[in-house]
């Protein structure tokens, strides 16, 4: 009994045909960013999941809570991001089972996405995502991402989707080492914006979830406040341009 | 060209089944899900029903860019790399670590994809701590070149798409380098550049290093520590101005470099395996300062 593609997997037997994987994402959802504060640590996401151009599902939450010191955060491919909930919430029971009082750290909360990430990879079956982890834990904040090839680094900055092309740069220019919680927050929100603005797979309604000392604290959605009537964008960021480009 | 069919490293490395036509030995596993085909069209792309286009399926290779060095004198080895981790036009962060301390005699610079030279980093580190364990002593440089080759080729057929460099000191305090493609063939040399920025940077090496292509053909001059330093941060900051995957110099004007310097390890202590993990003997190449300070950290970045 295989796992992979192109092999029988399961109890089914051959008359089940070959095993289908995910080779290319249908529901998705689009950028993640995240700063690493000197009290803690943000991450932002906007609520949609698209299914091609179309706006499938607009109020889901693609940020996770996995302990109380970490949570998670996640564009790409929804379904798999559920699978991804599903299979964090289950190491965390196995470790309140053990009764023993410890709990993985965020940064060994990430490696384990890292290894699970590339394991799937390696068995040609994916799981399609980019994935945020932010975390505290004993003073000091954690900012990591992983893929679904299983390229994985931590950052002061991080943004993943559309947001690693628009939100990085505005990211890395707003960000100080000494930046507090409550700055970053207001600083999603902005970029957040901007993401909205000019990325067709992002929606108004945003979430943003923050690790402190305190704990993990996770926004209802919300709605961005916006604003239509800047002169370029009513006249159109070329006009006046008579260059033949 | 793709670095396994580099001259001097073609034809054997492949696969019998793929001809002359089959350049791209990573694009080919890519489409084929990592396994070699025999027979038969084996390009993957399949017609997607819903979007009405063609689509290409899952790619398990990602090429994170990168260069790597590694120079040898007669009783030190400079091991160096960039810190960019490149994504298609993109970088996602412009700090990570390629660059792996094996033991106070080895370093290893890995380029290509992150998410296989983590793993590989993480097999080798559990490999070594096994022998540490087994024979109460560290892996020497020679020993090491081998396990890195077989953990290589043990992934024949679905490789790591990694490009390595081994540096450090031999059992007679000599430092040597070694070369390596992504399935194992090594090459034990002076000096050696793999990565995105090999072929801007290994010709320069060749001849400040090794007297190639000089006019007169005289032998050069040994270089110091100090000078193989800072001609390894030159090719660094040059080959950042015309490769878009290796990083070039940071707004201070400094070179982001991860750079390790071993130089002739000797025995300090009594202790079978503590002498081993005294790094006293570590030379920091960035910065007087550092260096003065006689700090023994194994890690530095600009």
Redesign the interface.
């Known amino acids: 009994m295989k796992i992979?593609?192109?092999h029988v997997r399961g109890g089914g037997g051959a008359a089940d045909g070959p095993v289908k994987?995910?080779?290319?994402p249908?529901v998705v959802g689009s950028s993640v960013l995240g700063v690493k504060c000197i009290d803690g640590v943000v991450i932002s996401s906007d609520t949609l999941a698209s299914y091609?151009s179309m706006a499938k599902f607009r109020k889901i939450s693609r940020i996770h809570k996995v302990s109380d010191a970490c949570v998670i955060g996640a564009g790409g491919e929804f379904s798999d991001f559920q699978e991804i909930k599903k299979t964090m919430d289950g190491v965390m029971i196995e470790q309140f089972c053990m009764d023993d009082g410890y709990v993985l750290t965020p940064s060994a909360i990430h490696q384990y996405l890292?290894r699970v990430m590339?394991g799937r990879?390696?068995k040609?079956d994916?799981l399609?995502n980019q994935v945020v982890m932010a975390g505290f834990h004993d003073g000091k904040a954690t900012l990591g991402?992983v893929d679904?090839?299983?390229?994985?680094?931590e950052?002061e900055v991080?943004?993943t989707g559309y947001g690693?092309?628009m939100g990085?740069p505005l990211l890395r220019n707003a960000y100080r080492p000494d930046i507090t919680v409550a700055e970053a927050k207001k600083l999603l929100e902005d970029i957040m914006r901007v993401l909205f603005y000019r990325d067709a797979r992002t929606s108004n309604s945003i979430q943003i979830a923050a690790v402190t000392k305190d704990g993990v604290e996770i926004s209802e959605f919300y709605d961005l406040e916006t604003k239509w009537d800047y002169q370029r964008f009513v006249d159109g960021a070329r006009s006046g341009d008579v260059s033949t480009w | 060209m793709d670095p396994l069919l580099r001259p001097g490293h073609n034809a054997p490395h492949l696969p019998a089944a793929m001809g002359p036509g089959y350049a791209d030995v990573f694009d080919r596993l890519s489409r084929q899900g990592g396994r070699v085909e025999t027979t038969g069209t084996n390009a993957l792309p399949t017609f997607d029903a819903h979007a009405g286009a063609k689509q290409a399926s899952f790619q398990p290779y990602q090429n994170n860019g990168g260069s790597v060095v590694a120079v040898a004198g007669k009783d030190f080895c400079v091991v160096a790399s960039d810190t960019r981790f490149g994504l298609g036009f993109a970088v996602p962060t412009r700090m990570i670590s390629r660059n792996l301390v094996l033991n106070d005699k080895v370093v290893l610079a890995t380029a290509g994809m992150q998410a296989d030279t983590c793993t590989l980093h993480k097999v080798l580190r559990i490999r070594l701590d096994m022998y540490r364990q087994n024979h109460g002593k560290d892996m020497s440089l020679g020993a090491v070149s081998q396990l890195l080759s077989n953990t290589l080729y043990y992934k024949r057929f679905f490789p790591y798409y990694t490009f390595n460099v081994l540096g450090g000191v031999d059992e007679n305090g000599e430092g040597f380098c070694y070369g390596y493609d992504a399935i194992g063939s090594h090459e034990k040399v002076k000096v050696v550049c793999t990565g995105s920025s090999q072929s801007l940077i290994q010709p320069v090496l060749d001849n400040q290093v090794d007297g190639k292509q000089m006019y007169d053909g005289q032998p050069v001059a040994e270089l110091s520590l100090e000078q193989t330093v800072e001609l390894v941060k030159d090719c660094f900051s040059s080959a950042g101005e015309r490769d878009i995957y290796t990083v070039g110099l940071d707004g201070r004007g400094q070179p982001p470099l991860y750079v390790k310097i071993l130089k002739l390890a000797f025995v300090l202590t009594s202790h079978p395996l503590r002498s081993k993990y005294t790094r006293s003997h570590f030379i920091q190449g960035q910065s007087p300062a550092v260096r003065d300070s006689q700090t023994t950290t194994d890690t530095y970045f600009t």
């Open positions: 992979g593609g192109g994987v995910t080779q290319t249908y091609g890292v590339y990879r390696n040609m994916p399609w991402m679904q090839v299983g390229s994985n680094f950052s991080i943004a690693l092309y990085l």
